[in-house]
């Protein structure tokens, strides 16, 4: 079992890597995991891994070793050093924290998932999942509950430590509804660092779960074309991921000259309400951090501030060949994983207007509910829409399905017309990914927003 | 296995499996134009599973210092677990081992040589384009034992290479493609260059299309993305829980006859090959569909059980998993029109090279919609630009039941040795 008193040799090893950078991280996950699929128990296990990982930066040039055997962690210090000769030097320069930091932090739970039993967790997803199955028309239904217990070990050669013991806890519900040929499905997840709490009492939301996925059975799919859309909170959380938080990450930018140019700050992206902000602090949310994956600590970032591109996500090594300040955001997958630039906690900050008022001011349109997931390539974004509901006259009315929106980035932003103040952040058990490295727990969310003339696919 | 307590197994458990692994990669990581890392990674562990009472539990740990609680933690899971009642093979179970060369060595410094190559090429047309590439060498080697005395090991050993480019235009557009292959040993790249050059240069003129239904050519690439839709239900999990659309349809002829969908596990050359899956059933070549018909799924042993039928030899999982059907090498057979033939016999189409966003709609039901990425417009038989901001609709079951052309040219990519396809008609909303 790894402990707090492993940092200080740790420490001395990085002391003494006669390199210009070096760090160690180590991890310690005990998972268990109860997953039940329609009558039947699809998943029981349970385990204890072990994940660390060396990473050196010497005369310009990265090198970083992953393993799980962890007692060999001075060997694998001595194997990066070696690798790294292999490399040509290179003019390149991190960005230094001004001073070190060292942080211990442990999960504060209500309840802890430690104290309740196997049965009463097993017990806790027989409920959701009685609930989920709670039609004759609902085909399947799945419901997992993951709790994971890690400790984590950070410690590199600017003087910073964190040890971290993190509880994390959640529940994701899905039913899949069928009538003849038809098949649809919808689903929810709840997840974050605490205990049992996180799952607990969610019978209201399975109940919502199967109500959404019998009543996609009789929607109709929306029609292709340019709609007016309004879209959720959580909708409006995969947008501002998707469509913008990428973008913002200076990994893209960093040594592109065209995207540098068309992400200068002081650019104007948005209407003069548009704020957009990621913050890693944010303690209760499932992207929290209380360091990066370099031993940067995270903060309030404003990425857009009324309308104009005000900042970027970055790492030690965008933030030194752009000159900017670190931001806190270089992380990783897993201890056996190398820190990129990503996302923590991604929102947009509420507008002035009511929930209300965007509908009135609408008139007709479409109003897109929570999301599949997305994906971008920077210039373009697809997002899918769980579901839509057709406005009329401000209206919310009949369900449409197959709510797959698209379009250009800068554009779209340029359209968000009014921002409601109901601003909300999710998260579940799903998460982000990028460069292999996913799913990233990381939280998004915002306001209803009123955004024109976005694309939706289907027949015309 | 050291430490693994097999009396208590043996006492407690009606069945159950070990499979340990072991794994070693040297990747050499390019970005934004420049060599950036070397990484070398090794992870192993060991996964149990358990029938104890008829009920399955899994545990599994990678801390060698733990092994001796996995026995205990995986017969207490199994009290919760799913009823299972199949069996697990046997010790003299036959296996076809697929065929792989002799090792070659992985030199870092070489290709390190290539990887500049392939970006000096690319960079020498295209100076702002950023390039990012990965070149890696991986070894892994796995034992499988089960309680009815099978063992079965193997080692294996892989090259893998991909190169991705982006170049943003004047106005703004922003053109990403890639190309990526996987073989036993290290490999020439030129290709790399020669195939992303090609693609940039037909991308740089746009074209423009009326909102409409349209004809569409998938290259390789993009029919990976779309037969992930159509083989979804080709598992006997999905049939067996109601919500596959090939149930009650295995033997029916439901896709055009020009359609054939082999599952490959012995593909030659594929580093994805195997010869025994990972619950210890022996793999074989299966065409899931045949001439247009569906001819069977693929089935680990818990849902092949369920079902009444024989496991497939797909059974696929991590030590820290449980086993699941997964698809090994895929394989279209290949028709008889070459590539070039049927852009030329083309009026208007429209070719995709990549999606954005397909996974994200309603797949259980076949039905697509996604942003097209990278696509060409044809007319009158030749490709004329590339089209922007644009989307395609479908039903991923309509389109291979349509009127279709299958390309004589196959291609390789990481498992799926694929042609080009034709189909008769997509949404298209520009």
């Known amino acids: 079992m790894i402990d707090e008193k492993s940092i200080s040799s740790l420490k001395g090893l990085v002391d003494s890597a006669g390199t210009d950078y070096a760090e160690i991280r180590i991890s310690e996950i005990d998972k268990t995991i109860f997953s039940l699929r329609g009558d039947s128990v699809e998943t029981v296990s349970s385990g204890i891994s072990l994940a660390g990982s060396v990473r050196i930066f010497d005369r310009g040039n990265w090198t970083f070793l992953s393993f799980n055997s962890i007692e060999e962690v001075q060997n694998h210090l001595l194997r990066a050093k070696e690798l790294s000769m292999k490399l040509p030097a290179q003019k390149k320069e991190l960005k ?42 609902i085909q399947t239904t799945r419901t997992m509950y993951r709790d994971a217990k890690s400790r984590d070990i950070y410690v590199n ?89 990428h973008l913002s990450e200076a990994d893209f930018v960093y040594e592109n000259n065209r995207m540098k ?98 509908f009135e001011e609408i008139g007709d349109g479409v109003y897109a509910v929570n999301a599949f997931g997305g994906q971008t390539n920077l210039e373009m974004f697809t997002f899918s829409s769980a579901y839509g509901r057709i406005i009329k006259d401000g209206k919310p009315g009949k369900m449409v399905k197959n709510v797959m929106l698209s379009g250009n980035v800068f554009d779209t932003l340029k359209n968000v017309r009014m921002a409601a103040n109901d601003m909300q952040l999710f998260g579940g058990l799903g998460g982000c990914g990028k460069g292999g490295q996913g799913p990233l727990p990381v939280s998004f969310g915002g306001p209803h927003l009123l955004i024109d003339n976005v694309l939706i696919g289907g027949n015309q | 296995m050291k430490g693994l307590n097999v009396d208590f197994l043996n006492s407690k458990c009606r069945w159950y499996d070990i499979i340990e692994v072991e794994s070693r990669s040297t990747p050499v990581q390019f970005k934004n134009n420049k060599l950036y890392s070397i990484r070398e990674s090794s992870s192993s562990g060991l996964g149990l599973r358990v029938n104890s009472g008829g009920k399955t539990g899994i545990t599994y740990t990678n801390d060698t210092k733990r092994v001796d609680q996995l026995a205990e933690r995986a017969v207490a899971l199994a009290a919760y677990g799913d009823k299972e009642d199949f069996d697990l093979p046997c010790g003299d179970t036959e296996y076809q081992r697929p065929v792989r060369p002799q090792k070659k060595e992985f030199c870092v410094d070489s290709e390190i040589e290539k990887g500049k190559a392939v970006i000096a090429t690319i960079e020498e047309k295209y100076p702002d384009a950023e390039i990012n590439m990965s070149i890696t060498s991986g070894n892994s080697s796995s034992v499988l034992r089960n309680s009815n005395g099978l063992v079965y090991s193997d080692d294996s050993f892989s090259y893998s290479a991909s190169c991705s480019v982006s170049l943003v235009l004047d106005d703004g557009t922003r053109i990403e493609t890639g190309t990526s292959k996987v073989a036993y040993n290290p490999e020439p790249l030129n290709g790399f260059s020669e195939e992303i050059v090609s693609i940039i240069d037909m991308s740089l003129k746009t074209a423009k299309l009326d909102s409409g239904r349209i004809p569409m050519i998938l290259t390789p690439r993009a029919l990976r993305s779309i037969l992930s839709i159509l083989m979804g239900g080709l598992s006997a999990e999905q049939i067996y829980r109601k919500v596959s659309p090939y149930e009650n349809k295995i033997g029916n002829s439901i896709f055009n006859k020009a359609f054939t969908l082999f599952d490959d596990p012995l593909m030659k050359d594929s580093p994805y ?26 089935a680990d042993l818990k849902f092949a059980s369920l079902l009444g039928v024989l496991p497939t030899g797909h059974s696929s999982r991590s030590y820290a998993s449980k086993p699941g059907a997964s698809f090994s090498n895929i394989e279209i057979a290949a028709g008889d029109i070459p590539y070039e033939n049927i852009i030329k016999e083309c009026s208007t189409a429209i070719v995709v090279n990549q999606f954005l966003g397909l996974g994200q709609s309603n797949t259980y039901k076949g039905d697509f919609s996604a942003n097209v990425d990278l696509g060409f417009l044809v007319k009158n038989g030749e490709i004329v630009g590339r089209l922007k901001d644009c989307m395609v609709s479908g039903n991923a079951f309509d389109l291979f039941a349509g009127d279709i052309r299958v390309s004589s040219d196959v291609k390789e990519i990481p498992g799926a040795r694929l042609p080009y396809m034709l189909f008769d008609g997509v949404n298209f909303t520009g």
């Open chain 2, 273 to 298: 090959s195997y010869g025994c899956d990972d619950e210890g059933v022996a793999s074989e070549k299966r065409a899931l569909i045949e001439n247009g018909t569906v001819n069977g799924f693929i």
């Open chain 1, 261 to 358: 140019k068309l992400m200068t700050l002081g650019k104007v992206f948005g209407p003069q309400f548009l704020n957009v902000v990621d913050d890693g602090s944010i303690e209760d949310a499932v992207g929290y951090i209380p360091l990066d994956d370099e031993g940067v600590e995270p903060r309030k970032n404003y990425l857009i501030k009324n309308g104009e591109l005000c900042g970027r996500l970055h790492s030690r090594e965008t933030a030194g060949l752009m000159n900017e300040e670190l931001t806190g955001n270089a992380r990783a997958i897993s201890a056996m994983a190398q820190p990129i630039v990503r996302m923590t906690n991604t929102y947009i900050e509420n507008g002035k207007n009511t929930k209300d008022e965007l």
């Open chain 1, 96 to 137: 230094k924290q001004s001073k070190p930091v060292s942080i211990r932090k442990k999960s504060s739970p209500v309840i802890d998932f430690a104290e309740i039993t196997p049965e009463q967790k097993f017990a806790l997803c027989n409920e959701y999942n009685n609930i989920l199955k709670g039609s004759p028309r």
């Open chain 1, 157 to 245: 050669s600017e003087g910073s430590d964190m040890y971290y013991e993190k509880l994390h806890c959640g529940v994701s519900l899905s039913a899949i509804a069928k009538e003849g040929n038809e098949i649809q499905t919808y689903q929810e997840s709840f997840a974050g660092y605490g205990g049992f709490e996180l799952v607990n009492n969610r019978h209201a939301e399975a109940e919502k779960v199967i109500a959404v996925a019998l009543e996609l059975l009789e929607a109709q799919p929306i029609e292709g074309g340019k709609y007016s859309v309004i879209t959720d909170p959580r909708l409006t959380g995969v947008f501002i991921h998707e469509a913008f938080g």
